[in-house]
């Protein structure tokens, strides 16, 4: 075996990954820590500053409710949630992330994030819910309010570049979490009382539009593999909402951000022979009421009136930029001093909507000549990718807090802590906790404070260290270095290591994976349509995957990071063709249709549909839960 | 080849323990060839143009070239990042240029103070977190029980 030494490291709470919900956890973990004498860890596999989503900024916060000035109430967010998700929502979760994200936001703004304010002083809104920012060091900011509160108080240390594949167990309660270094000859081994997973979503799931050079470039960021879908299924909890991924209908090729110019420049979309799919297709929004009458329209049926236009052949859809941009400049025409240094001011505000989020969107424009105020570009839907966190749903099925609950929901939502999954000690936030969608960078940083308050009370109450097998751990370490070994074994059979049939290197593997679920999971090339003959062959097909997933062969340090990625990828498929199947509707057209299901069927479907797998027999159980409605 | 790196302007971040790219990049990408001292990115297709590796460098020595699957040649986006605000210079095809600058913070680099300033509790059990209800600039909490 290769030669990685041991590293042992006890803590109280565990927090896997440094992004926007690990951040917040960080904060407030260190707060609780320290008035109870615990200690807290967090591991990353990159550098905290730059990690996760938010690692090249944003350029607007996209959940802040205004409770303090009345602009909305709690339930004003829930019932834009779960209208957004066709009805499938967790409102306890929904509810609890909007009660505290407000505070999340002021909390950023001390921190030194410009959020953008008019002349009364007023925060600037995109849209209801969203505020607009100078967000180019949005992550850098976050990430030191956490890092301070670590390492300040005493009470936290922090791992860098850190790889974590799989979960320790104590019986039915979590122990801890095993990975390895991507720069050292290192194995870590992490025992804790609680463990908190906050490791992103999933992209390259599914082909991408593009594939050559331009690979990495999809909507969501390459280094996000299904980290916290794998570690939670390991564990053996259960999940919920596999089957709702998300399609952004963003700027084609590059996916420039589409949202100030919808919202804030109030931009038209429309199809090759000029039509407007909003307008044109609004009939069809019936078939999904009631979600289709609501406003605003949920943004899977924004996706599929669009989508209607392309496979009719009346793409592309161009949006409208020249357009807008005239309109608003003209409210001044009658001053051009100030018609003119409207529209200066609008197109910094165009071009730094870009570069704060998507840089390659601007180098798109100036290598294509576009001035967005003379012409339109075209916005295409990209592929899907598992982002819970966003408009899609996916994660671990977890406990909402006591005090947010109906007498009903109570026994189904409720055991013990927030954010708890099923598992005893695992807590979940952003993209790795489900059916809490919408929360974006800020809710995701609320809700992992939350969490992280929940996680403390839970060792407080359960002060005791797990069992940690080591002879199991040992065991661990040899099948997550194996790919070193056989590459070590088998390169040097053949004259280049790049062709042996022995192995199979880590990108290959992903396109293989990625064609399967491209081509019968509903993706691009399938036109994201499928039924459950396509859901059986993948499945098939996946079964075979993951035998060779076995082999797979890595060089270096980086491969066999590449590697597992790949691995947690093949497991977040499974989960989402597995719920796709066992979903007998077509619910989120726009995001999948079950061509052979083409209907939303609410007297059988409104209802979670959730899976898990017995990490000892391997063996998928999926499992309906109740929707129930405690906002009223 | 989405970033790539100037050979004359890379000094190997001088051969500290860690090149300032290999230490940034959110996908591992920057790797320093030991012979010559000069980084580069090792595979460009699963570059995400997220700029890390540019603003860091300390001799500016990587930029970006637009996917070659996609974008048309000759265009450029270079930031210059200072503490407090970005630069940028947008360069067209057609060789016109845009600059833009933008704020980056409005504090002090690295003295963000987690608990903001905010009043804090010791109450373990209810629903307010630590900085709350002050920093949600409420009277209390929202809770559905009386
Ligand atoms: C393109 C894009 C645009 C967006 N725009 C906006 C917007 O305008 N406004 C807004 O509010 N929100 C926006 N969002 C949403 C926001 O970025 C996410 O909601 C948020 O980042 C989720 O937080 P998280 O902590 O769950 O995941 P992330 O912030 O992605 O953090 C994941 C963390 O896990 C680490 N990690 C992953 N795998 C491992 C592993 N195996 N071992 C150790 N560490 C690991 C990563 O390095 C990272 O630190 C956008 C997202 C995307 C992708
Ligand atoms: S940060 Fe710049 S100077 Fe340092 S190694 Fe990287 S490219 Fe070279
Ligand atoms: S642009 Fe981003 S992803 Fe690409 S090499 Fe630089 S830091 Fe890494």
């Not at chain 1, 979760?93 to 008019?118: Q, T």
């Not at chain 1, 012409?375 to 598992?386: K, L, N």
Request: charged content about 25%.
């Amino acid at each position: 075996m290769a030669n990685f030494e041991n590293v042992v490291v006890e803590t109280d709470l565990l927090i896997l990954g440094g992004g926007m919900a690990s951040c917040g956890a960080a904060v407030e973990a260190a707060y609780w820590a320290k008035q109870q004498g615990l200690k807290v860890t967090l591991v990353d596999k990159a550098a905290m500053d730059r990690s996760g989503a938010v690692a090249m900024g944003l350029s607007a916060i996209n959940q802040y409710v205004g409770l303090k000035d009345g602009q909305n109430s709690v339930k004003d967010y829930v019932d834009y949630v779960r209208n957004d998700l066709m009805g499938v929502t967790r409102e306890d979760l929904v509810a609890d992330i909007a009660r505290h994200v407000d505070s999340s936001v002021h909390l950023f703004e001390k921190w030194g994030l410009p959020i953008w304010k008019d002349e009364a002083g007023a925060y600037v809104h995109e849209g209801r819910w969203q505020l607009m920012i100078n967000g180019e060091s949005y992550k850098v900011v976050v990430a030191e309010a956490a890092k301070n509160a670590l390492l300040q108080s005493g009470v936290g240390e922090i791992f860098e570049r850190v790889f974590i594949v799989e979960p320790l167990m104590d019986g039915d309660r979590v122990a801890g979490a095993v990975g390895f270094s991507v720069r050292e000859n290192k194995f870590y081994i992490f025992k804790a009382k609680a463990v908190f997973c906050a490791m992103g979503g999933a992209v390259h799931v599914f082909k991408p539009r593009s594939s050559g050079e331009g690979l990495g470039r999809a909507w969501y960021p390459p280094w996000n593999s299904g980290s916290s879908a794998y570690f939670t299924l390991r564990a053996g909890a259960e999940m919920t909402c596999q089957e709702v991924r998300f399609i952004p209908v963003r700027f084609k090729d590059a996916y420039g951000p589409v949202g100030a110019w919808f919202l804030l420049f109030k931009s038209r979309a429309t199809n090759a022979m000029g039509g407007e799919y909003m307008v044109e297709r609004k009939p069809e929004l019936d078939n999904w009421a009631p979600y289709g009458k609501v406003k605003p329209i949920p943004a899977n049926l924004r996706n599929y009136l669009g989508m209607l236009d392309v496979m009719e052949g009346k793409g592309p859809i161009f949006m409208r930029t020249e357009e807008a941009m005239q309109k608003l400049a003209d409210a001044y025409k009658d001053d051009p001093k100030a018609y003119k240094a409207k529209r200066k001011e609008l197109e910094s505000e165009a071009w730094e909507d870009f570069l704060d989020m998507t840089i390659s969107q601007a180098i798109l424009w100036a290598a294509s000549n576009v001035q967005p105020e003379e012409r339109s570009s075209e916005i295409a839907a990209a592929e899907p990718y598992f982002i819970g966190s966003h408009s899609g749903a996916s994660g671990a099925w977890v406990s909402g807090p006591e005090d947010l609950q109906s007498d009903e929901s109570k026994g189904d939502y409720f055991w013990g802590y927030m954010g708890m999954s099923t598992v005893k000690g695992l807590f979940c936030a952003g993209d790795a906790s489900g059916a809490s969608s919408h929360k974006f960078s800020s809710g995701s940083h609320a809700e992992g404070r939350s969490v992280a308050k929940a996680a403390i009370k839970y060792i407080v109450e359960n002060n005791t260290m797990p069992n940690v097998d080591m002879a199991a751990c040992e065991a661990m370490k040899a099948t997550i270095l194996q790919p070193l070994d056989t590459y070590e074994q088998f390169s040097k059979t053949t004259v280049t290591p790049d062709v042996n049939p022995n192995y199979i290197l880590p990108k290959m593997f992903m396109f293989r994976l990625q064609k399967i679920m491209d081509e019968y999971a509903a993706g691009v090339t399938a036109q994201f349509i499928t039924n459950e003959a396509q859901l059986n062959r993948a499945l098939e097909l996946l079964a075979l995957l993951k035998e060779d997933s076995e082999k797979l062969a890595a060089a270096d340090h980086h491969d066999l990071m590449r590697c597992w990625e790949n691995v947690q990828r093949m497991w977040q498929a499974e989960a989402h063709v597995r719920t796709m199947l066992f979903r007998q509707e077509t619910r989120w057209p726009g995001y999948y249709f079950r061509a052979d299901m083409p209907k939303m069927d609410q007297d059988n479907w409104l209802k979670f549909a959730n899976c898990k797998c017995d990490p000892s027999s391997g063996e998928w159980e999926m499992i309906a839960r109740p929707i129930y409605n405690i906002f009223k | 080849m989405p970033s790539f790196v100037n050979p004359e302007k890379c000094d190997g971040c001088k051969a500290l323990d860690k090149t300032a790219c290999q230490h940034i990049c959110p996908n591992d990408l920057m790797v320093l060839e030991k012979e010559q001292m000069k980084a580069y990115n090792r595979d460009p297709s699963m570059c995400w143009e997220c700029y890390n590796c540019v603003k860091i460098c300390p001799t500016q020595a990587v930029e970006v070239r637009g996917y070659a699957d996609f974008v048309p040649m000759g265009a450029s986006v270079t930031p210059m990042r200072s503490t407090d605000s970005i630069m940028w210079t947008v360069t067209f095809r057609n060789g016109s240029i845009k600059r833009f600058k933008f704020p980056i913070r409005t504090t002090p680099e690295g003295e963000a103070v987690p608990e903001g300033g905010f009043a804090t509790h010791t109450d373990l059990n209810g629903p307010a977190l630590a900085t709350e209800p002050e920093s949600l600039g409420l009277p209390e909490v929202f809770t559905l029980k009386g």
